[in-house]
């Protein structure tokens, strides 16, 4: 129950055994939680095949070969941007600059949820540095509401926790799906020095190897036209690709160009349906080791793009330097700071390609099909996420909405 006197807030959703119960009161998490520490651990305390969790500020779980403590524990980051809590039961090592916060007063699952619902205005009370960073104090005056009845903290953890199983799960579909493209792709192509791939559709099982080629001997390579960031206009007459869109925006196939501009068509470069399409520059190796077809004609493409025309399905190409030759464009790519990747060594790359463009097309089509189907449940995923996002809106009241 509230203190007499408390402030205490209402959730938007309640379920119905608890509609008529006190609304939440404020809760302190240094006395929500018996024991709050940071741990001993340093970057070097990890190990690969660690038998223990190793938290971190880290999103990525490092693991260790010792644990320094048995227990239930939310963990916090004690420094970065995001201050993403993570629920934690058994053996685990900690860094020191993370925090557990352990023998939980309530229901500990439901502070975890508690604190990530409210990681934002945690964020806001931390230490400007170098980087944020959070101090035990800041940490155990933080204040959340909570309803004062065990059970009801109990059904609100286990809803969020039957959601998230959900999307594990959804996540892991979708992971599974993307293995298996990976794979395929790499099937349905020929390894270096091979001239059939390793699968092969039935109706083309007869058919002859793969032709060899450089692929300057069969494509033309260009670079395309300014279009900055200033000559992108929402209502501009002609649609437009930039080099940076190809790496955070498209897949292998564009078929819809998202940007437009209204630069003259005389300034610029026009596709020609089917063009591949592989950024000059970029910030990785693995930014600039992408491609992408574009399906149709008279779409802009800017001077950060290598334009391959060649006479074969494009879409199939596109596919094939993104799986098959992924590593080799990696590879010639040159610089540190920025890499860049010209057409002069686009030119010297070893290519295979089916001789019939009817195979061609069923690799398309196949994998095509599975990026439909992966795009499907990533969208499913996305959706999850969405709906747990809005259903911890309601299940968590706002502070502000607190009454005395």
Known sequence: MAKQGAKVAVPRLRFPEFRHHVGFGPAAIGRAFGQITNGKANAQDHEEGGAFPLFDRSEVIKASSKFAFDSEAVILPGEGMSFRPRYFEGKFDLHQRAYALMECQGHSKYFYYALDHAKAELALKAVKSTVLSLRLPIIEKFVVFAPSDNAEQQKIADCLT?????????????????AHRR?????????????????????????????????????????????????????????????????TVYGEVIDRPLSRTDVPAA???????????????????????????????GVALGSDLNIIRLDADGRFFSYYLNGAKRRALAKVAQGDTVVHL????????????????????????????????????????????????GLMQQLFPAPEAATA
């Open 267 to 297: 300034e610029l470069v026009l596709s020609q349906a089917g063009d591949v399409l592989v950024p000059a520059s970029g910030e990785t190796k693995e930014d600039i080791a992408t491609s992408a077809v574009v399906l149709g004609a």
């Open 183 to 247: 794979g395929l792709m790499q099937q349905l192509s020929p390894r270096a020095g091979e001239p059939r791939p390793r699968l092969r559709f039935p109706e083309f099982r007869n058919a002859p190897e793969w032709e060899q080629h450089r692929l300057g001997d069969i494509a033309s390579i260009s670079k395309g036209k300014g279009i900055s960031k200033a000559d992108i206009a929402v209502e501009g007459r002609t649609p437009c690709i930039r080099y940076g869109e190809l790496y």
């Open 342 to 389: 010209y057409p002069r060594q686009l030119e010297q790359l070893d290519v295979a390609i089916p001789v019939d463009k009817a195979e061609q097309q069923r690799i398309a089509d196949c994998l095509s099909s599975l990026d439909t189907q992966i795009t499907a449940e990533t969208n499913q995923l996305a959706a999850l996420k969405t709906h747990k996002q």
């Open 162 to 178: 039957s959601l998230d199983e959900v999307i594990a799960a959804q996540g892991r579909k979708v992971e599974a799906l993307k």
